[in-house]
């Protein structure tokens, strides 16, 4: 209780010996106090864009995963269903938002710190490579499913590979707003490693 | 007096950084290079497709190029201009190896270069959706796999997505050796 009421007291007396130019700062580190203006605001932004990357990434997996359609007649031959599970680069898509979702909220802690240390080189970089990883993973897994979404809406006829989404309108619109939910992804990666970039800038 | 030690310290590490740096450079010039050269042989090797099959019908098609899916045309499209890019991009990594301290050119090369993956990367993984349906076909939507006619088509568009995905490893790299030489004191 003490020593308690010691250091309580001793810290304004400090304050205002140090206001008042008579007593030494803080222990100076390798370098002197700078402000952190710019490096702060762009950490700041970067935890937004990731948070609203995160969104869109969960948004894509989400609509992906729930795109089920069931026509409402049947015959005793056809099949009248259609789910992201029968085509292998849907459930690849899902599987990559997913993913990737789970790395933004991960890479959150990693945000804030760079925020509350404007001049750490080391999480900046940390976040820098795994951003492009991520970045390359949305955009595969984007281009991918919107190369299945072109051939559902158009078909081709050099192949002979008719359009379902004539039939399945429903599990087509689900399944182009995932495509482009995840192409917001992607944007939004690209701002978070320019952002990276421009914040590891020496001066 | 701690001023002028953090001098004495700042310049005592300059001259070792530097040659990293003109080192990373000097890496980033070579990357760049390798990268060219998939991006080249990828877009050539789609773009000189056309298999005709040795009989034929009145009605039915047994030519194929690669322009008959829009998809490998994108594929085509977006290998030539990322390859034009690294093209007009390497005299830049040259002026990264005589002035390894040049900061904004850095940034406008990450810049660049995160949009290029981008591109890439769209062209190449809608490809191998593309070319995954032509080996495997899709049941449940009728679609039937084309690679059992089209042998040496099938052959040539997959081997083509190598030089692509293999690029798009280098990006990811050139990225990082970027960020690496910017973060540098």
Redesign the interface.
């Known amino acids: 209780m003490k020593s308690g009421d010691l250091t309580t007291s001793n810290v304004p007396q400090e304050l205002s010996a140090v206001s008042k130019g008579k007593a030494p700062l803080l222990p100076v580190t390798a370098a002197p106090a700078r402000p952190g203006g710019w490096r702060k605001g762009i950490a700041i932004f970067d935890f937004i864009i990731r948070l609203c990357a995160m969104a869109a990434a969960l948004a894509a997996a989400a609509a992906m995963g729930t795109s089920d359609q069931t026509l409402p007649f049947f015959t005793q031959f056809f099949q009248f269903q259609a789910s992201y599970d029968d085509l292998p680069t849907f459930q690849f898509f899902v599987i990559a938002m997913g993913i990737v979702a789970g790395y933004l909220l991960l890479s959150l802690p990693f945000s804030i710190v760079t925020i509350v240390r404007p001049f750490a080189v080391g999480p900046r970089v940390l976040l820098l490579i795994f951003d492009t990883v991520a970045l390359t993973l949305t955009t595969a897994a984007g281009a991918a499913a919107a190369a299945i979404v072109y051939l559902a809406h158009n078909g081709n006829q050099n192949t002979n590979w008719l359009a379902i989404c004539q039939q399945f309108g429903d599990f087509c619109q689900k399944v182009s707003g995932a495509v482009v939910a995840s192409f917001i992804a992607v944007v939004l990666f690209v701002f978070l490693v320019v952002l990276s970039a421009m914040a590891l800038r020496r001066t | 007096m701690?001023?002028s030690a953090?001098v004495e310290?700042a310049e005592a590490t300059r001259a070792p950084s530097a040659g990293i740096n003109r080192g990373i450079s000097i890496l980033d010039l070579i990357l760049r290079i390798v990268a060219l050269v998939c991006t080249l042989g990828s877009a050539i090797a789609m773009g000189t497709t056309n298999e005709t099959l040795p009989f034929f019908t009145q009605f039915i098609?047994f030519r194929?190029e690669y322009n008959?899916?829009?998809?490998f045309t994108f594929f085509v499209a977006a290998n030539a201009v990322v390859s034009g890019y690294l093209l007009l991009s390497l005299p830049i990594s040259i002026f990264h190896i005589m002035r390894s301290g040049a900061?904004n050119s850095r940034?406008l090369l990450?810049?660049l270069d995160?949009?290029m993956?981008?591109l890439l990367?769209?062209?190449?993984?809608?490809?191998?959706?593309?070319v995954?349906?032509?080996h495997n076909g899709?049941a449940?939507?009728?679609?039937?796999s084309?690679c059992q006619q089209f042998n040496s088509f099938c052959e040539r568009i997959s081997g083509s997505l190598i030089g692509s995905f293999g690029a798009?490893t280098v990006f990811?790299l050139l990225?990082?050796l970027?960020?690496?030489a910017?973060?540098r004191?």
Do not use: C, E
């Open positions: 701690k001023g953090a310290l098609r194929a008959d899916l829009p998809t900061q940034i990450i810049i995160t949009s993956l981008a990367t769209a062209g190449a993984s809608a490809s191998a959706a593309i995954y349906l032509a899709n449940k939507a009728n679609w039937l084309i798009v990811i990225i990082l970027s960020g690496m910017l973060s004191r």
